[in-house]
């Protein structure tokens, strides 16, 4: 039977991810998070076996194009697509963003209105600003600056029948906030507008659903998430439908999801990413969860999300007790409402020279704007270099923290 709140069993999550290990103290897991063996061993599984061009009539091929297939079904899964051709790959989150409104061009009408945050990394606001050459009107739903929440209130005031897209970030990789999407996506739909989420520092601490978040596309990267250096874009199948081919003259637009992959999939990478799926199985299993996979993978999550904030609390309860930090974010993680990704300024000390001290005791933190740079520039953070950040994954430890404790108050006057 399956007890009410299992707990990771770290030494074997640990010992899932090669790169691990007691000297260094990884904490900059927003920035990417290590992969797992199961991972780069299909990657490689894939290569030396599979290394065909798919779509030809012989064995060889035939297998590797199942693969492929059945990598985009394991990435459905993980998401909770309703249609395998919904799921759009590519190289990174920000060119699947710049692919998505470029494809949108061509349906923007002049005086379309397009809402973007100062609170998102840039892949999810250069795209759509670059819409206004087709006579688009940006607007931004600029973060409260003393409360640093995206309010809805704030959001309808920009809303008009004219409202087209919404994008906006699901977790913010700097304050780590998680934003209510689902309760956006209702305010959006009301007025016949669209909902994109980036969801790449959400996605690594909460199982993803893209039916349940309400958005209409919705992305992310899995090099964040265990996996390699490559990323999803969702979109529900009418819409991707309703956009242009940005492949050849010959993929129409009903060619799902391909005329949205010019030169196709990177095939390996396609097929690592099922191991992403193979591992949260695996450790929801271990934890006592059953039924589907989803079900599996939902008991990962929510064992990672415990372990998680308790880790997070323990250096927020750290740096409260500190009177020249100034935590960029929420202050607490015993309420919910955020993930582990915890920025912060020093009064009177330079980012950079924090993290340059817990350079030299093997940890992995780092400083500055993490292309968020709206949201930096906006609360003055610029001339300091940016915020201190430190993120966490479900594989870390409190000794990791404690450590970084010691090394910080070397460096925190
Ligand atoms: C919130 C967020 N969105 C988007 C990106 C860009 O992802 P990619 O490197 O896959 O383009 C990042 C990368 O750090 C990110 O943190």
Not at 263 to 271: Q, R
Not at 392 to 408: G, S
């Amino acid at each position: 039977m399956q007890t009410a709140n299992p707990k990771l069993d770290l030494a074997h999550i640990r010992a899932e991810f090669p790169a691990l290990n007691d000297e260094v103290a990884f904490l900059d897991n927003a920035g990417g998070s290590q992969v797992l063996r199961r991972v780069a061993d299909r990657v490689r599984d894939y290569l030396l076996t599979s290394a065909v061009q798919l779509g030809a009539s012989y064995a060889q091929s035939q297998d590797a194009g199942s693969k492929v297939l059945a990598a985009r079904r394991s990435v459905a899964e993980l998401i909770n697509a309703p249609f395998d051709d919904e799921v759009v790959m590519g190289s990174s989150t920000t060119s699947l963003m710049f692919q998505l409104t470029s494809a949108i061009l061509p349906t923007v009408q002049p005086g379309d209105e397009i809402i973007v945050t100062n609170t998102d990394h840039e892949s999810n606001i250069g795209g759509w600003m670059r819409l206004a050459s087709a006579g688009a009107v940006l607007k931004v739903w600029e973060v409260d600056t003393e409360t640093l929440q995206l309010d809805l209130a704030t959001l309808d005031t920009l809303l008009t029948p004219r409202t087209k897209w919404v994008a906006m970030t699901h977790a913010s990789n700097i304050l780590g906030t998680v934003n209510p999407v689902a309760q956006v996506a209702e305010r959006v739909h009301a007025v016949g507008g669209r909902l994109c989420v980036d969801a790449v520092a959400y996605a690594p601490h909460r199982l993803v659903d893209v039916q349940a978040s309400g958005a209409d596309l919705y992305a992310y990267s899995f090099y964040k998430v265990f996996g390699p250096h490559y990323a999803v874009l969702w979109g529900k199948r009418e819409l991707l439908l309703s956009l242009p081919s940005l492949n050849h003259y010959f993929i129409g637009p009903e060619v799902l999801p391909y005329k949205l992959q010019p030169g196709n999939v990177n095939y390996e990478l396609s097929y690592g990413c099922m191991g992403i799926s193979d591992y949260l199985i695996d450790v929801g299993t271990r934890l006592g969860g059953t039924g589907s996979a989803r079900c599996r993978m939902q008991t990962a999550f929510d064992a990672f999300e415990r372990h998680e904030d308790m880790l997070c609390e323990r250096l927020l309860a750290y740096l409260r007790e500190r009177k020249s930090v100034r935590i960029i974010g929420m202050d607490s993680a015993l309420h919910g409402g955020r993930v582990p990704t915890v920025s912060f300024t020093v009064a009177g000390v330079q980012s950079e020279s924090i993290v340059r001290h817990t350079d030299r005791f093997q940890i992995g933190i780092r400083f500055g704007d993490f292309y968020a740079k709206r949201l930096v520039d906006r609360l003055g953070l610029q001339p300091q270099g940016g915020v201190v950040r430190v993120s966490m994954a479900h594989y870390n430890t409190p000794e990791e923290i404690d450590r970084l404790v010691t090394h910080l108050d070397e460096a925190i006057p």
